[in-house]
Structure formats: structure tokens, C-alpha cells
């Protein structure tokens, strides 16, 4: 492995080298260029040192995907101190018990955000600060209030002449700093706090410079679609565009399959990033009806002319993801089979990756021109990956890796380090897996029983049935997921009921009672579509765990 060069030396390079050219647009908004970004970076550090903000420091990040967004991330780590993203769909007790946890100083949030939170909740903060101006919201210094209103004439005096790209220079850090704390969700009870070096951001960076850098055009178009706040958006669909000079766009609002559709038409993406509902929904939608008609599928049964027609609907499907993309990389989740086979089918170029936010997040990853279906790729170059079986290619076992990408492990919770890193450095992912005599992965189960959201977001359903188990006639419970909803399975206090009289339209009505009170309580992603009661229940191991994986199908 070569040497770990600063990761923001990248960064620092983009920005010269790229100064005149369109960086970052709010979709149907503003546009910063790349010499913008610096000016704010710049300012926002003159804040920063201003305020007292030392390096090591801990700066939070809550709001929608926007080129604010984007730049305070950037200003944050070429200061030296640390970002925490939080996922601005989190409620706001999840959002305090993580800005505290982490012991930020600073908050900067999103419209939204801004109007839900309480600052009474967050003793600790110095101050609150509004992503879409970056104005003061609350101050707890005198020194931060000084410097927000005084910013201006500081900046002139420091730049007298103006500020040019050779004013342009950033922290260097050191591969083993830490960089960030992403936090996996945000309950107390199951709240973990990855801490991510700079190397790892490197490791991924690299990667992608190297690997997709080649293949994909500098000075093209990117559309920002998953969470800034997950690694896999915030690595693929803004470090890499932006340290490889592509111009990226945020929809900025909740990005639903019409406006996607709209904005990969408009916007012509040169690289398409996406979870497996994103392109199954434009599949399903926007392909499927066209061509599930009695004509074409005659025409698929005649060998004379099947090639013709299947590059037909190939080019209809690739024009839906913009018409301009190298491939569609998919990770986060299992591909639908019907809609890989189909992929395939018509020689789409689409691949599938592994990876865990432990991982920042690439594991595995293989060119859609090497790409073995069903599979996720080979482990990446700065990665090793093994399988904990005896017979790796037939018997299924836990998936481990180590290297470049890899976590220093769990802010504040060395138990769950332990558990998760091994002596010799191997991060256990908790998922199991094949793995071919070619090196190529199959993940064949999600020991860890994360779902994934429709957007990318992650969900752990144990929060979910840890909230609902404490309610009303709830002995014990599953969350499933059912397309793109998710389902409670709940099987009630019978002896209860049977004490209280109740009927089958009275736990019904009690559960609904349950789902409502639950929601409300959840962000909005996580929340419960319907209730299912179980007359039995649920099967348990001999350490009277459920046995979940029996009832991930049962609906």
C-alpha cells in the first residue's frame, strides 16, 4: 500500500486547479464555483478561529443535502476539527442526544431542523448557526457573536487585495486523525459513534480517483441524491465529484422518484450513485409499463430481432438515468432479483457494491464490465475481506476485512469496539457471505437486521421494537419490511386480554392506538405502515432471542 498523503491536500488541489469552474448548485438555485467555495471556507475558518474553535474540536452538521451543506463539511475538516454529521430526518431528541454525546461545540442547521429543535436540550453548544446563510441563530459566546457580525471587515483586512488561489492553504493532517464521528442512529439506547480517520475518507477517495477517475469525465455532472449525512452519499456523490472537478447538484427537498426522473433528464448525470429502491421505482415505473405490452414481449421471443429490441429498451432504461452515466453503481441493500436479472438481461451497465459506514464505506466493488451477477464485487484494492467458514464458497460465514478504510472504532463505547474490531484489525461486518474462487462476494444475510430506507437511510429495527414493546397489551414484536414500508408484527399480553375481556377489535384498535402513538415518536422514515397481530409466539433461540429471519417474508 503506498503512503497516505493528507486527505486534504486533495481538496486544496481541486479548488486551485478547478477555481473558475461550477462546483456545487442548489437544483433550480444558486451555483457556487469553485473559488465560492474556497471565500466561504475561508470565512467560515476566520469564524472558527475567532471563536476559539480549536482543532480536535467537534463541529455538527444537521440539515437537507445543499451546497452549504456541502461547504461547512469542507470548512470543517481543512480547519482540523471534527464534523458530525446527523441525519437531518432524525427527531430532535435524537439529534440533541447526538450533538451531546459528541461533545460538539458548534450546530449547523437546516430550515427545517432549525424549527424543531431546542437549544435548552444542548447545554454544551456555543452556538447554533442557519446552513442557508449562515447567520447566528444562538450564541453562547461573546467571542462567536463578535465574530459573525464583525466577519466582513475581518475578512478585508485579511485580504486586502482580495482573495486568490494562492491564499488556498489547509490543514495537513495526519492519516490516523480522526476526521468524523458518524453515528449510526440516533437513540441512546443503540447509539454508536463511528470515529472515521482521515485515511479512510483517503482510502475511498483514492479508490474512486483511481478506479472510477479514469472512466468518468472531469468538468461533467453529478446529482446528489442519497443522505450527505450517510458515508456512501457523502463519499461517492460529493467527496469524489468534488475533488475530481465534476459539478454537482442537490435537489434539496425530498427526492421522489418523479424528481429524480426529472433531475437525471435535465441534468445528465456522468455517474449515477443509488440504493436498490431508487432504481427499482424508476424500473418499475418508468420501464416496465413500456415494455411488458404484448408487442414487445412477441418481439423478445424472436431471435432474429430479440438483440435489436433488448438494445432498444436498454437505451430507454439509460436514458431514464440521464443518458450520459459510465454506470449505476448500486449499493446499501440486496438488488430485487427480477429487476437484476432484467439489468442483465439487456447488458445495462450497472454493478453492485458492499460496504459499512465502519468502512467509509467501500468494501467491495467490481467495474459493471466485471461485474459477476448477484454478487458485490471483489474486495477493493485497500481493502482485504474474508469469510469465517470453513468452506467459503459453499458454507456461508461472517464477512471480516481490514485495512485503509477501516474505523478506529465507537466514540465513548469501547465494549462495542471490542466486539466489532478484532486483535489482529479485522472489522467484523455482522453480515454473512460466499465468496467465490475468483474473490468475488455474495452476501447471502444481514445478520445485523438492518433495513434500508427508501432514500438510503438506515434502520435498525430494534429501535423500533424497543420503543413499542414498552406499550400498551405489547408482549413482544418484529419489524419488517414490506416493499418500501415497514411493518410491525406483534403478537399481545394474551393473558392480559384474556384478564381485561378484550376482543379481537379491541387489541386492533389498541395496536392502532400503539402505531399512532409510535409514529409520532419516529422520524419519518422509520415509521410504521400497519400492524399485524400474531395469535402465537414468536419463535425464539435458546438464549429466547427471536428468531427474526423466520419472519422477514411473512407478509
Known amino acids: 500500500m503506498k503512503s497516505i498523503p493528507s486527505f486534504n491536500s486533495y481538496i486544496e488541489k481541486s479548488i486551485i486547479e478547478n477555481w473558475e469552474r461550477d462546483a456545487l448548485t442548489d437544483y433550480k438555485g444558486a451555483t457556487l464555483q469553485f473559488h465560492d467555495v474556497a471565500r466561504i471556507i475561508e470565512k467560515l475558518h476566520i469564524v472558527f478561529e475567532e471563536s476559539g474553535i480549536e482543532k480536535g474540536d467537534k463541529i455538527a452538521l444537521c440539515g437537507r443535502n445543499s451546497s452549504h451543506w456541502g461547504v461547512v463539511f469542507l470548512a470543517t475538516l481543512t480547519y482540523g476539527a471534527v464534523v458530525v454529521p446527523i441525519l437531518h430526518e432524525f427527531t430532535p431528541d435524537q439529534v440533541h442526544n447526538i450533538v451531546n454525546h459528541s461533545e460538539a461545540k458548534l450546530l449547523f442547521v437546516g430550515d427545517v431542523v432549525a424549527k424543531t429543535i431546542d437549544a435548552d436540550a444542548m447545554p454544551a453548544l456555543e452556538a447554533i448557526i442557519y446552513l442557508p446563510d449562515l447567520s447566528l441563530l444562538v450564541s453562547r459566546s461573546e467571542r462567536i457573536t463578535y465574530a459573525r457580525e464583525h466577519l466582513n471587515q475581518m475578512y478585508g483586512e485579511k ?65 446528489s441524491i442519497l443522505p450527505m449525512a450517510h458515508m456512501y452519499g457523502l463519499a461517492f456523490e460529493f467527496i469524489f465529484p468534488f475533488c475530481h472537478g465534476i459539478h454537482n447538484y442537490y435537489l434539496t427537498r425530498l427526492p421522489s422518484p418523479s424528481l429524480i426522473a426529472q433531475a437525471y433528464t435535465e441534468i445528465r448525470p456522468s455517474l449515477v450513485i443509488a440504493v436498490p429502491m ?126 485503509t478504510n477501516v474505523m478506529l472504532g465507537y466514540y465513548k463505547n469501547p465494549e462495542a469496539t471490542e466486539e466489532t474490531l478484532d486483535a489482529e484489525g479485522w472489522y467484523h461486518t455482522g453480515d454473512l457471505g460466499l465468496m467465490d474462487a475468483d474473490g468475488n462476494i455474495f452476501i447471502k444475510g444481514r445478520s445485523k437486521n438492518m433495513l434500508l430506507g427508501s432514500n438510503g437511510q438506515n434502520i435498525y429495527p430494534e429501535e423500533i421494537e424497543d420503543k413499542l414493546n414498552s406499550m400498551a397489551m405489547v408482549s413482544e414484536c418484529v419489524v419488517v419490511q414490506h416493499g418500501d414500508q415497514l411493518v410491525a408484527l406483534i403478537y399481545p399480553d394474551m393473558d392480559e386480554a384474556k384478564n381485561m375481556n378484550f376482543s379481537a377489535e379491541d387489541l386492533a384498535n389498541i395496536m392502532e392506538q400503539n402505531r399512532q402513538e409510535l409514529n409520532s415518536q419516529l422520524p419519518p422514515f422509520c415509521k410504521i405502515s400497519s400492524v399485524v397481530l400474531r395469535e402465537e409466539e414468536f419463535e425464539k433461540t435458546p438464549k429466547k432471542s427471536i428468531k427474526r429471519y423466520l419472519y422477514q417474508n411473512s407478509i
Open 278 to 403: 431508487i432504481v427499482e421505482k424508476i424500473i418499475r415505473k418508468r420501464v416496465f409499463p413500456k415494455i411488458q405490452n404484448n408487442s414487445v414481449r412477441l418481439l423478445l421471443m424472436m431471435p432474429v430481432v430479440n438483440k435489436k429490441v433488448k438494445q432498444m429498451i436498454c437505451e430507454q432504461v439509460y436514458n431514464a438515468f440521464g443518458g450520459q452515466a459510465y454506470e449505476v453503481i448500486i449499493g446499501g441493500a440486496a438488488l430485487n432479483q427480477e429487476v437484476e436479472e432484467f439489468l442483465k438481461s439487456i447488458d445495462f451497465p450497472f454493478t453492485v457494491g458492499f460496504g459499512a459506514t465502519e468502512c467509509a464505506p467501500l468494501i467491495s466493488y467490481r467495474d459493471y464490465k466485471e461485474f459477476v451477477p448477484k454478487s458485490c464485487g471483489k474486495a477493493i484494492y485497500h481493502q482485504e475481506v474474508k469469510i469465517l467458514s470453513s468452506d467459503p464458497e459453499n458454507i456461508p460465514g461472517e464477512i471480516v476485512t481490514r485495512g
Open 159 to 223: 485580504y486586502p487585495k482580495y482573495f486568490r488561489k494562492e491564499h488556498v492553504h489547509y490543514y495537513a493532517d495526519q492519516p490516523e486523525e480522526l476526521a468524523m464521528i458518524n453515528y449510526t442512529s440516533g437513540t441512546t439506547g443503540f447509539s454508536k459513534g463511528v470515529m472515521l480517520p482521515y485515511r479512510a475518507l483517503w482510502g475511498n477517495l483514492d479508490f474512486a480517483l483511481t478506479q472510477l477517475g479514469p472512466k468518468v469525465k472531469q468538468y461533467t455532472n453529478m446529482v
